[in-house]
DNA sequence: TATTGTTATACTCTATAACTATA
DNA sequence: TATAGTTATAGAGTATAACAATA
């Protein structure tokens, strides 16, 4: 009887043709990271867009708006706003560049502070996302997603 | 000098302290994945999450939507929505279930037909997420990626 | 008291197009 | 003609809270 009502809880229901998919992984992962690493940076006032700006900006020095923009994988406009955060938050600042048309920013010494605090937190939420998995296994699975993001 | 030209142009901005982390591997493999999909479901006037929902139903006759939301990693009130649109497409029927509280989800033959052609263009969209991976490759990164989303 | 389906609401992420300035 | 930064706008995805009906 136990048994009976353990198979009715184990049941979970199937996912039919996504099942098994590289595609339908990605998005289910995704998510569970994405849930994460919110809750993780919230306290900082931060959110994972914002994070990966301040993390290539500080990585950078210098680097352009639009060179930014697409470094995410974005579109140039999707750096505006994010970069108008991060200045008013006075961690990094727009400076002109070598060419009057492109912006050079430079990462202020509070950005590289607070960068080194959401570290902490980025590699927590890092522990947390790859527990299921040996050290070799989350090398690897970084590994085949990165080769997977580059197509 | 060529090679130098050459250095230039394979240089690649760093991701910082996100670099070669699983957990903003896949946020980049997602939005391939994503704006693949999409591009891919287009045609059919379809969406990523709308062909979740379809696939799980046709899986699973008799679902209830709080259970297809559960499984799509959602709470109950993202499966109204989908479903809306599901059934004013003519691809399932919201009916009565055993619990008068509850309803019981049934795929019409629409809607299996509907999954069938959709199953095409998901199975190029995986060919095509996957073309940097050999097949050996492309399961031990989907079961990877199983193992993280259950967590 | 707990569960289901639904609605309302708001917020984030993202894309497109258009404008200005510069090259 | 092309590139950079910005702004405006819209749409999709998601989460929370609240409600009525049922158990």
Chains 1, 2 share one sequence.
Do not use: C
Not at 96 to 120: F, H, V
Request: charge should be neutral; charged fraction near 25%.
């Amino acid at each position: 009887m136990d048994d009976i009502v353990q198979q009715l809880n184990d049941y979970r229901p199937s996912f039919g043709p996504l099942e098994k998919t590289v595609s339908y992984g990605v998005k289910r992962a995704w998510l569970r990271v994405q849930r994460d690493l919110e809750a993780a940076l919230a306290p900082e006032g931060f959110t994972p867009p914002l994070l990966a700006a301040l993390s290539i900006a500080v990585a950078n020095p210098g680097i352009a708006p639009a060179r930014l923009a697409e470094t995410m994988g974005h579109g140039r406009s999707r750096a505006a706003p994010l970069l108008d955060r991060l200045e008013a938050d006075g961690l990094v600042t727009r400076a002109e560049g070598g060419d009057r048309r492109s912006l050079s920013l430079i990462p202020t010494a509070a950005g590289r502070e607070k960068l080194a605090r959401l570290e902490r937190l980025l590699a927590d939420h890092e522990t947390r996302v790859t527990a299921p998995l040996s050290p070799d296994e989350a090398r690897l699975l970084a590994a085949l997603l990165e080769r997977v993001s580059r197509g």
